[in-house]
């Protein structure tokens, strides 16, 4: 007696960090020595707006500035590879990142220290509360949260990017 074994398919999409598994390769210039790049560490060095601003070179075992390193199959810097990456981005991308995100971040820091000035039973003051709000929160939400909403949200497929 045969038995069948049918496997089962799976349509699950794959992830953003599945789709980097194979990884690809950077060439640090200062050693000339290579390295590969895979999975979550490829797909946020690849996401322009994500904030990265050095990576591993396994070659010498540093940590250097990602303009010194580029891609050995097409021989674009890294930095040129992201900025790239960045200019070619859907727009609603560049919308929530330069406008959506700083804008909620914003409101949300203002009226957070107005409700604590409120509390604190201090005069209205906006010179104060509106510049302090801003500073509050938006710019570490801007740079580090408001980039892995988008990355989980949508999951850009940058890393496929060549
Ligand atoms: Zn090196």
């Keep these: 007696m045969t ?17 980097a598994i194979e990884g690809r390769v950077y060439v640090h210039d200062t050693c000339g020595q290579m390295t590969r790049i895979s999975g979550k560490e490829m797909v946020a060095l690849c996401d322009p707006f994500q904030y990265v601003a050095r990576t591993t070179c396994s070659g010498c075992d540093t940590r250097d500035i990602v303009s010194r390193f580029r891609w050995r199959d097409s021989g674009e810097s890294i930095s040129s590879f992201r900025r790239r990456m960045r200019d070619e981005a859907p727009v609603f991308c560049k919308i929530w990142i330069m406008v959506v995100a700083p804008l909620t971040a914003s409101i949300i820091g203002i009226d957070l220290v107005r409700q604590i000035r409120i509390f604190a ?10 510049p302090l709000g801003i500073l509050l929160i938006t710019p570490l939400f801007c740079r580090f949260i408001a980039p892995k909403i988008l990355q989980a949200l949508i999951q850009p497929s940058f890393h496929q990017q060549k």
């Design 3 to 19: 038995v069948d074994i049918k496997s089962k398919r799976d349509d699950t999409p794959l992830t953003a960090t599945e789709t």
């Design 121 to 130: 039973e201090l005069p209205e003051n906006w010179w104060i509360e509106i």
